[in-house]
C-alpha cells in the first residue's frame, strides 16, 4: 500500500508520508484496559486512523473535513476512525465532534495515551492532529503529522490509490 500511495502524497496531501509497514494491531485505540479495542478490531479494511484533542486548534479545523471524506467514502473496504486521546472530561470530546460539524465520525476514546505514547516511540506521532493510513492487516502504510484538508481531491486521489492497492 505504501508504494501504491507514494505517487499521491502531493498538492494538498504533500505532508504524507509513506512508511516502512508497523504492525500496529496490538494498540488499543477504544476504552481502557483490558476491554479496550485494539486496531486489530478494524483488519479487514483500509482505515484512516486520525488522533485528535479537544484541546488542539488545528483538529478543529481538520475534523469536518475527515467527517465528510468519511461520510462520503465510508464502505466495507473504507473507513475514518477518529480518536479523541482526551484524558479528562469524558463529555467534552463527544460534544467537541458536535461542535465541529464532526458528528458523522463515531466517537472513539483512548484516555491512557498508550495509544500516543506508542506511535511517538515509534516515530509515527510528534503532536496533534496525526493521522495514519492502515492497510487490512493492521500495518500503517502512511502518516501525516498536522492538520490537512481530507475532503480534497488529493485526498480523495490517495485513499482511492490505497483501497485499489489492497483488492
Known amino acids: 500500500m505504501a508504494a501504491a500511495v507514494k505517487p499521491f502524497a502531493k498538492g494538498t496531501m504533500v505532508g504524507f508520508a509513506p512508511i516502512t509497514p508497523a504492525d500496529l494491531s496490538a494498540l488499543p485505540f477504544d476504552g481502557r484496559g483490558e476491554e479496550a479495542e485494539t486496531i486489530a478490531a478494524l483488519k479487514g479494511r483500509t482505515v484512516l486512523f486520525n488522533l485528535w484533542a479537544t484541546w488542539c486548534a488545528p483538529c478543529r479545523v481538520e475534523m469536518p473535513s475527515l467527517a465528510a471524506l468519511h461520510a462520503e467514502k465510508a ?3 473504507f473507513a475514518v476512525v477518529a480518536v479523541s486521546v482526551d484524558n479528562r472530561d469524558a463529555n467534552r470530546p463527544e460534544d467537541f ?3 465541529t460539524g464532526a458528528s458523522a465520525l463515531d466517537y472513539h476514546r483512548e484516555p491512557t495515551m498508550t495509544l500516543f505514547n506508542s506511535l511517538k516511540q515509534a516515530g509515527l506521532a510528534a503532536g496533534m492532529p496525526t493521522t495514519l493510513l492502515i492497510a487490512p492487516d493492521g500495518c500503517a502504510a502512511g502518516v501525516l503529522g498536522g492538520a490537512a484538508d481530507w ?5 480523495a486521489a490517495l485513499i482511492d490509490a490505497a483501497v485499489a492497492s489492497t483488492r
Request: negative net charge.
Open 151 to 155: 475532503h480534497s481531491a488529493d485526498a
Open 97 to 99: 465532534l458536535a461542535e
Open 75 to 77: 464502505d466495507e473496504d
